[in-house]
């Protein structure tokens, strides 16, 4: 029977990058996976084929309404869904096998099959016990739906159905006007269903900074997406080709159907913990089912850790892969660290909407004095001759510190934008100090240093 210093229990972003780490710092490492490839849900079925189907549908976009301005005539390209599942699966399957060739590199023995932990100290896999110093528990989350919908992932799905439906559904209506359900939401638009997303709240993607989840509703308003706010949804009726989504207004309680040929269901995850034997072993969950830790992510029963989308915090890949490393850190002895206040959060519509840090909303509540730099990406002349001059950065500043306390893009490349600002922050800068460093023209970046200018004596371009 083999002894590890660290089992890691799934390869997700936070298993498979704690497993590496674990391995990187000198320990012996095992990860067990029960799924037949290695990436989690993010590789393959979450973050990676959803970005391929949104840059394949934005490309679709971009030909059927900006090439002829451009002088690039032609025929706009027809949609073959059967090669862009293709594609979407050649995009996962390079991922994957990265990470499998990442664990051979790195020496870390991957266990294939389900994972249990009959005792601190255990880890069991079929019908085989291992023992291990330490474990990280990496199981991650599965969608969660609501009372009176069945998800059958043909004709009512969950992101994972949604990835890989039979055909372009001509109707679709998404519950949840959260990130999955407007990125996916997005990529069937583009391709031509009609797509209605029916949301709880007055606001959609709850949490955002207000002024991006007004302009980031009009925009996608603009592309035709068709929103109900403020709708409870009571059941979703289905047969094997169709289905009618019933809700309630809350304004009034009057009662609507939708139908469609395919429902997303997108109105959250929840942490996957089931068949690792918590209960029997003690380790303590939250009300919601997420795993509890102390600061350096070890729960109540001694050498068994948690990271990623099973314990608290914003379930998102790099969430749980700083957590990965850190959490290896610790075990290691070192002094592993996240910063739960400078972690980005992107949604890669067209254009893309990031954050980082406290929104306006927050600050008000908080009571803090601050200040606004604003600047629209229509001042922007690389956003304009790309046909992304909508949108604009956000940067919110300490009114008498100037430091930078958080900031808010909607705009072409707002994904990669948005880390200029996370290193900014992580290094206590000011305002000032992005406004005073020299960004290189034409660049998208140029609009975030104006925004950082609007801080202080002004922007130039608007
Ligand atoms: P997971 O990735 O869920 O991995 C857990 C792994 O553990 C799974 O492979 C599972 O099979 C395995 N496992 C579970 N139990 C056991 C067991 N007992 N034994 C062995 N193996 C087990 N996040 C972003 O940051 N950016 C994005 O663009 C983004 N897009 C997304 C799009 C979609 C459609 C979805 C659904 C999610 C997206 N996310 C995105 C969220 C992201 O996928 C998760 O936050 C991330 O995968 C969490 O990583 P994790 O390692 O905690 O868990
Ligand atoms: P979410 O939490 O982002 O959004 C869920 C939405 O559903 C909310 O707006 C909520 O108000 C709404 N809702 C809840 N109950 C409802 C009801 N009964 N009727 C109508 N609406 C209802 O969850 P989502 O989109 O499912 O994503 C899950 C997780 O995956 C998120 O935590 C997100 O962080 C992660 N993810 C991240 C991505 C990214 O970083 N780009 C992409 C996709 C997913």
């Not at 330490?134 to 969608?143: D, L, Q, V, W, Y």
């Amino acid at each position: 029977m083999a002894q590890y210093d660290v089992i890691v229990i799934g390869a997700g972003p936070g298993g498979y990058v704690a497993a590496i780490r674990c391995a990187q710092l000198g320990l012996k490492t095992a990860c067990v996976e029960g799924r037949e490839t290695l990436g989690g849900t993010c590789l393959n079925v979450g973050c990676i084929p959803s970005k391929a189907l949104l840059h394949a549908s934005h490309q679709l976009h971009e030909a059927e309404h900006n090439f002829a301005t451009m002088g690039l005539k032609g025929a706009a390209p027809k949609v073959d869904w059967k090669q862009m599942l293709a594609y979407k699966d050649d995009v996962i399957k390079g991922n994957t096998t990265g990470i499998e060739f990442l664990f051979k590199k790195n020496k870390v023995d991957w266990i294939k099959g389900y994972g249990s932990i009959p005792a601190a100290g255990k880890v069991q896999v079929g019908d085989t016990t291992y023992d291990a110093k330490n474990i990280i528990i990496a199981t991650g989350s599965e969608p969660s739906t609501l009372p009176g919908v069945e998800i059958d992932d043909k004709v009512v799905v969950s992101s994972t159905g949604a990835l890989e439906l039979p055909k372009i559904p001509k109707k679709l209506v998404v519950i949840g006007a959260g990130v999955i359900g407007l990125e996916l939401g997005s990529v069937y638009k583009r391709l031509g269903a009609d797509v209605t997303v029916v949301e709880f709240l007055d606001k959609i993607t709850p949490g955002m900074d207000g002024e991006i989840q007004k302009n980031f509703q009009r925009m996608l308003k603009k592309q035709g997406l068709d929103f109900v706010m403020g709708a409870a949804v009571q059941k979703v009726d289905a047969t094997k080709t169709k289905a009618t989504v019933t809700y309630k207004l809350r304004k009034d309680d009057s009662e609507h159907t939708l139908d469609a040929d395919t429902v997303l269901v997108a109105t959250g995850r929840r942490p996957y913990t089931a068949g690792l034997g918590l209960e029997a072993l003690g380790v303590e969950l939250s009300p919601r089912g997420q795993i509890k830790t102390n600061a350096h992510w070890q729960t109540n029963v001694p050498g068994i850790y948690a990271i990623g989308d099973a314990i608290d915090g914003p379930m998102l890949a790099h969430k749980a892969e700083d957590e990965g490393m850190a959490a290896a850190e610790v075990i290691a002895g070192k002094h592993g660290h996240v910063n739960y206040d400078v972690i980005p959060g992107v949604i890669y519509t067209a254009p893309e909407v990031a954050s980082v840090g406290k929104t306006e909303e927050q600050l008000k509540e908080e009571g803090r004095a601050y200040k606004v730099g604003k600047f629209p990406f229509m001042g922007n002349a690389r956003a304009k001759a790309v046909f992304q001059g909508e949108g604009f950065v956000k940067l919110l500043a300490d009114k008498e510190t100037d430091r930078v306390l958080g900031c808010h893009i909607i705009g072409p490349g707002a994904g990669d934008l948005i880390h200029e600002i996370c290193v900014a922050m992580e290094f206590g800068a000011s305002a000032q100090d992005v406004a005073l460093t020299c960004h290189a023209h034409p660049t998208f970046s140029e609009a975030v240093r104006e925004a950082a200018l609007a801080c202080g004596d002004g922007a130039i371009h608007a």
